[in-house]
């Protein structure tokens, strides 16, 4: 049973923090800079996130939704052990699946054949990543959000609630996919893109 700490003690940490408890492993608690953070449902609020030095043999893992803080804090805490938190009714083949230090896969969520997921990112609730996806560090896919066989999703970029990605797409780094768009071209520019098709917004 591994003892986790949460850095983060928003909404999403706490789902976090449920998904680590269904794992069958403990949670210590939530380090969080914010003056107005509290502790939620027994969990205490240990401290500030350097508060982190203090519990060397824990585990970590990002609460934050916002790939920029995660990639922030993964460097501030350089060094730690990252925990990879796996919700028991996500389904992940076993067949040439990787998924990176520090990420989340929240419940519902499937993960199929081939699929290579990167450190740091969150497969929230019932999103899809088929066979033979590539998945950058720090990619967020949202809830519902499905990325179709051999789509490549580069660093930092956001896949919004209920997106699609077609087969065969590569998306690059540091990309919003705004809320229900749908990709059907490749994307090689960072920046937002709503819509069916989805086009570039900023
Ligand atoms: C794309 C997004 C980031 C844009 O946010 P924003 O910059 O604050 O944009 P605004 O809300 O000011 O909207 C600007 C315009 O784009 C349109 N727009 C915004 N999001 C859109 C979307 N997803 N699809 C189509 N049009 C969209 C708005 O209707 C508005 O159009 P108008 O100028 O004609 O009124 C945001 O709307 C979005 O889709 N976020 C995803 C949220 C999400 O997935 N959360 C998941 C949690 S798990």
Known sequence: MADVIIIGAGGHARVVADIVLRQGDRVLGFLDDSPTATGAYGIDLLGP??????????????????????????????????????????????????????????????VSPGARIGAHCILNTGSIVEHDNTIGNYVHISVGART????????????????????????????????????????DAPGTYVGVPARRMT
């Not at 009714?89 to 989340?104: F, M, Y």
């Not at 930092?156 to 780094?173: F, K």
């Open 49 to 110: 996130v350097d508060d982190y030095k203090k519990y060397p043999h824990a585990r970590f893992l990002i609460g934050i939704g916002s790939a920029a803080v995660r990639r922030k804090l993964a460097a501030r805490l350089e060094g730690v052990t990252w925990h990879t938190a796996i919700h028991p009714a996500a389904t992940v083949s076993r067949l040439g699946v990787t998924v990176g230090e520090g990420t989340v896969v929240m419940a519902g969520a499937v």
């Open 148 to 187: 179709a066989g051999t789509v490549t999703i580069g660093d930092g970029t956001w896949v919004g609630i209920g997106a699609t990605v077609s087969n065969g797409l590569t998306v690059c780094g540091d990309c919003m996919i705004g809320a229900g768009a749908v990709v059907v071209k490749n994307i």
